[in-house]
């Protein structure tokens, strides 16, 4: 059996509601003979629905990369960055987390520490970096480009061949339409449509989206 294929530990970093989406997702995926979290909370929450929380993980000490993946489940982007590359500095072993339900391409490329959240789509050619979340119900068209930490919310739409820098966050029901750039750290407000590229580190609301805000 390849280790790619071997049933491991999972321990998930940040246990809030996005920690739970992604320790069901690893449970689905039948890959995870033990999954348990970290958080800042432990030890007043050792609990979360019916997973221990079992440590705070705070000096990232005494790391398994042998039988363990980890996964960082903290929604701020620049929080999971941070965190999954204190990680990879010790040679730890990210998991890939993708919903049975969801719909993948084989022809797309998926990096680790990735969660593809439940009936999400990404169709052919896309190729999604490190750290990235495709929420609930989220489409990803063919060749799609997301870099390292990107976010895209619940029900959000990406049509062709659409761009998005690192560490950017797509809101819930929004739609991007063909071909258009979005740079790094830019947030696209929650049921926006986006018609024009997006420089970096912009906010943009609204239907059509307008520019509120530039560093």
């Given at each position: 059996m390849s280790s790619l294929n071997m049933?491991?530990?999972?321990v998930i970093i940040g246990?809030?509601?996005?920690?739970?989406?992604?320790?069901?997702?690893?449970?689905?995926?039948?890959?995870?003979?033990?999954?348990?979290f970290w958080d800042g909370l432990y030890p007043q929450l050792t609990q979360v629905s019916h997973w221990p929380v079992v440590g705070t993980g705070a000096?990232?000490?005494g790391l398994d990369t042998v039988h363990t993946d980890y996964f960082v489940a903290i929604g701020h982007n620049i929080?999971?960055?941070?965190?999954?590359?204190?990680?990879?500095?010790?040679?730890?072993?990210?998991?890939?987390l993708i919903h049975p339900s969801a719909v993948v391409s084989p022809y797309s490329e998926i990096g680790?520490?990735?969660?593809?959240?439940?009936?999400?789509?990404?169709n052919i050619d896309t190729k999604?970096?490190?750290?990235c979340?495709?929420?609930t119900g989220a489409s990803?068209?063919?060749?799609?480009?997301?870099?390292?930490?990107?976010?895209?919310?619940?029900?959000?739409r990406l049509a062709g061949s659409v761009s998005i820098g690192e560490a950017s966050f797509i809101g819930i029901g929004s739609v991007i339409i063909p071909g258009k750039s979005i740079g790094k750290h830019c947030i696209l407000g929650a049921g926006s449509t986006l018609l024009h590229d997006l420089a970096d580190y912009s906010v943009a609301v609204g239907s059509p989206a307008k520019v509120i805000k530039q560093k």
């Open positions: 049933v491991k530990n999972l246990a809030g509601g996005h920690g739970k989406v992604a320790a069901e997702c690893a449970e689905l995926m039948g890959r995870y003979t033990n999954i348990c000096e990232f000490s929080t999971r960055q941070k965190v999954t590359t204190q990680l990879l500095e010790q040679q730890c072993q990210m998991a890939t680790e520490g990735t969660l593809i959240c439940a009936t999400a789509a990404v999604i970096a490190r750290g979340i495709v929420n990803v068209d063919h060749d799609n480009i997301l870099a390292s930490f990107v976010h895209i919310a619940p029900g959000a």
